[in-house]
Structure formats: structure tokens, C-alpha cells
């Protein structure tokens, strides 16, 4: 899919120019229209992958790329380090349908401007845009004081530093209780290659079983 760009009439001013990275184009194209009715004269550019994106970013200057955290292929936390280096700053926003600090944080660490859940109204979305815009950072307010206390004292998170992204999107699924199949369908992945993550995660976490994980989850508080 070739990105698309909608160019609203201005008032002479150079518009903001915003580039919205989503699988779902339905959620596109609700972002897009949420922008487009609180920023007048902005120009909203979408693709539908990590990979779709990437050219784009280094080719144009975007004054923000908000970005899904969770896509097929690369995702959003892996190319962080790649957007970091073609425009070191240019503020980019992730967005997830996980509301988990450690996310959060993982994401602020590699060097996004914010982070906003998929849950957040329409409003929000505004109010962080604008934020990330003016060269603030950005949190979802019932994350924003564990995320502060964790950046201001360096914690970090123990045995999770040992996990790649995808590993750790597998381990937050299979302690949400998803099948094996369910796992696949949600990452794109298919279910050999969900067995071999587990078995990297089993390895790198030193646990045994399927439970074990759970747990571990739980504890470092990858899901509710």
C-alpha cells in the first residue's frame, strides 16, 4: 500500500505534517480523522507496516510518527532504533492496546517521545500529540507516576532485559492465557514459531513450565 496523504486547506502556515503507522485501517483512518478535526491544516500520511514506514521516514521529515507498538513483521519498539538514527529528532508517539508500564517504559528507554493506549479518548490522543509536538514526553495518566518513579530511580526490569520485543509479546499473550493458535493469529506468526519463542523464553527466563510463565508475568506485572 502506497502511503496517503490528505492536504486540508491552510491559512498559509506550514501545516503539521504527521505520519500514522497502524496494521488496522480502520484505526487509520479514526486517528486520522480525530488530527485532522483538532489540528486544522495538518497532513496525516499512513502506512500499514514497520517496513512500509521506515523508507518513508528517512526519505521525508515528519514532525510526528505515531506509531503501533504490536505490528506483523518488525514492530513499532524495533524500529526505534532505526527512526532514532535516520532523524535523531524527530518525536515519535507509540500507541498500544497493552495499558502495561513495563511496555511503557521499554518504549521511553529505546527513545519515543510518549506513549498513549489504544483505550484512550479522543481527546487524550490530542492532548499527547500536542505535547510530543511542543517537544514534551507524553504517558497515559494511569501510568504516568509508576513510569516517572521507574525513569527517576533507573530501575530497570531484571530477567525481562534478556527478552527480545517478540519474546516478550508472546510471554504478556500466553500469560493472558491464549492458545498457541491464538498467539499466532495475533502476532502473524505461525505456531512452530510461537513454540520456539516459548522455548527461548522457558531458556532465557530458567523456567519450566507453562504455569511458571504465568506467574513470572504476573509478578513483573505484564498483565493485569
Known amino acids: 500500500m502506497n502511503a496517503m496523504a490528505t492536504r486540508p486547506?491552510?491559512?498559509?502556515?506550514?501545516?503539521?505534517?504527521?505520519?500514522?503507522?497502524?496494521?488496522?485501517?480502520?484505526?487509520?483512518?479514526?486517528?486520522?480523522?480525530?488530527?485532522?478535526?483538532?489540528?486544522?491544516?495538518?497532513?496525516?500520511?499512513?502506512?500499514?507496516?514497520?517496513?512500509?514506514?521506515?523508507?518513508?521516514?528517512?526519505?521525508?521529515?515528519?514532525?510526528?510518527?505515531?506509531?503501533?507498538?504490536?505490528?506483523?513483521?518488525?514492530?513499532?519498539?524495533?524500529?526505534?532504533?532505526?527512526?532514532?538514527?535516520?532523524?535523531?529528532?524527530?518525536?515519535v508517539l507509540i500507541v498500544s492496546g497493552n495499558c502495561h508500564s513495563e511496555l511503557a517504559l521499554r518504549v521511553l528507554r529505546h527513545g519515543a517521545a510518549g506513549f498513549l493506549t489504544k483505550t484512550s479518548a479522543a481527546q487524550e490522543l490530542l492532548t499527547a500529540v500536542a505535547k510530543v509536538l511542543q517537544g514534551g514526553r507524553y504517558v497515559s495518566p494511569d501510568l504516568a507516576g509508576e513510569i516517572a518513579l521507574a525513569l527517576g530511580t533507573g530501575t530497570d526490569t531484571g530477567p525481562l532485559e534478556s527478552l527480545s520485543n517478540r519474546e516478550r509479546e508472546v510471554l504478556r499473550l500466553i500469560a493472558a492465557a491464549k492458545a498457541p493458535k491464538e498467539i499466532a493469529a495475533t502476532l502473524h506468526l505461525s505456531a512452530k514459531t510461537v513454540s520456539t519463542y516459548r522455548t527461548r523464553i522457558l531458556q532465557k527466563l530458567n523456567l519450566q513450565t507453562t504455569a511458571q510463565l504465568m506467574r513470572f508475568a504476573i509478578l513483573h506485572g505484564l498483565v493485569d
Open 9 to 91: 486547506e491552510t491559512d498559509g502556515s506550514r501545516p503539521v505534517r504527521i505520519l500514522v503507522v497502524d496494521d488496522h485501517p480502520l484505526f487509520r483512518d479514526a486517528v486520522k480523522a480525530t488530527l485532522q478535526r483538532g489540528l486544522p491544516g495538518a497532513v496525516c500520511a499512513e502506512a500499514q507496516s514497520a517496513e512500509e514506514a521506515l523508507p518513508l521516514i528517512q526519505r521525508e521529515a515528519w514532525d510526528l510518527v505515531l506509531m503501533d507498538v504490536s505490528m506483523p513483521g518488525r514492530s513499532g519498539l524495533d524500529i526505534l532504533q532505526d527512526v532514532r538514527a535516520a532523524r535523531p529528532r524527530m518525536p
